[in-house]
């Protein structure tokens, strides 16, 4: 008996740790969890955007799709316009969340303008992201949007001037400015310069996301509201989300957190890391006698699922031909192995006996 006393302040410390781990930098997540697999983001690269979600350089944002498959969520580029990509059937807009970047002198049309409107308006979320002091005339860009939801980028900066000694030292860790989130529970967010946001109307809904300084003076870089059953959020600086090197971009300070507890937000759900390794489980195709055929999904690629980005097609076209094709992250028995669209480092067979298939973008580097 007494052995079970001592042992019950253990296992209550045990169970309550997640918890404490949650609430001890004042964040409460939702409530509501969000199955793996069951939300889209669509990231808008028809507008010749600056920073490409395949990207796996310094400025490119492949980590920021990596981080979010790696929590059940499918990526995907939209390379038509909005107002195709964004298709107006009954229901489309639930799960998914559309990402307009940076992109230099581009226009919406105004049919891309009501299709955005639309789809947030009718259960979609919406991120838009922004740069300081319109620069490539993007807050002229993004206000397209933006006004359509009472918000807008200022023509301004927030960020203190830096000073030239520092600069002349050439670390690229001085560059940093530091921004806040009381709402999200975050108390090291780094960003370069960032453009203002600011509410156009007043309304109950409007939420200040994060707070960065310029001489002192607080100034909201990210901030969000609820549109119909949508939710719309705008964050002023583009390079904070970058790959970077960990001193700059999403590796540095809070920037991982602060992506994901935004989504949590724009989504009103909780996100959680997929735990699981998926093994292949092979379906034979229409005459049983073609080839094993292995998507690897390992390097955070594309899998067998209806997201744009998605490879259900191309499996349903080779079973049609007799193949037998799975998705997951390792198979011990395949013919062919496939990767497509990978965000980390794909292996190539160094002894010959391997045959494999890599689908990758143009600024795709993951091949070693």
């Known amino acids: 008996m007494k052995k079970a006393l001592i042992l019950l302040p253990i296992a209550l410390a045990i169970m309550l740790l997640p918890v404490f781990l949650l609430v001890r930098d004042g964040y409460t997540p939702p409530e509501r969890v969000i199955a793996p697999r069951t939300v889209e ?57 559309l990402v307009l970047n940076v992109a230099k002198f581009q226009h919406y049309g105004q049919e891309e303008l009501a299709a955005v409107e639309n789809f947030v308006r009718t259960g979609g ?87 960065g300084y310029r001489e002192g003076k607080k100034i909201a870089i990210a901030a969000g509201r609820t549109c119909g059953r949508g939710r ?11 790959n970077g090197d960990g001193r700059i971009g999403i590796g540095a300070g809070d920037n991982r957190r602060f992506l994901l507890r935004l989504y949590q937000w724009l989504l009103d759900g909780r996100l959680e890391p997929v735990r699981h390794h998926a093994r292949c489980d092979f379906r034979r195709g229409t005459g049983g006698t073609g080839r094993k055929v292995f998507i690897d999904t390992s390097s955070c690629g594309s899998g067998i699922d209806d997201s744009p980005g998605g490879l259900r097609a191309l499996a349903g076209f080779l079973r049609g031909r007799g193949h037998s094709v799975c998705a997951g992250d390792s198979c011990g028995d395949y013919d062919v192995r496939l990767v497509a669209a990978p965000l980390s480092e794909v292996a190539f067979p160094r002894d010959g006996g391997e045959r494999l298939i890599l689908l990758a973008g143009s600024r795709n580097d993951c091949a070693t």
């Not at 860009?141 to 933006?146: A, H, I, K, R």
Request: with cysteine; glycine share 8%.
């Open 41 to 97: 983001v669509l990231y808008d690269e028809s507008h010749g955007n600056v920073w490409g979600i395949h990207d796996t350089g310094f400025y490119g944002y492949s980590e920021f799709a990596r981080l979010l498959r790696e929590h059940g969520i499918a990526v995907s580029p939209l390379t038509i316009t909005l107002d195709k990509a964004l298709k107006r059937r009954v229901g489309y807009s639930t799960g998914k969340l």
């Open 125 to 211: 979320a919406l991120l838009c992201i922004g740069e300081h002091e319109n620069i490539y005339g993007s807050s002229d860009f993004q206000n397209q949007v933006l006004h359509r939801f009472a918000m807008e980028f200022k023509n301004d900066y927030v960020g203190d001037v830096i000073p030239h000694e520092k600069l002349e030292r050439g670390d690229l860790e001085d560059l940093n400015q530091r921004a806040v989130s009381p709402i999200l529970g975050l108390r090291d967010v780094r960003h370069l310069l960032s453009a203002p946001v600011s509410p156009r109307d007043v309304a109950p809904s409007y939420t200040e996301l994060l707070y």
């Open 232 to 242: 719309v959020a705008a964050v002023g600086d583009s390079e904070l989300f970058w």
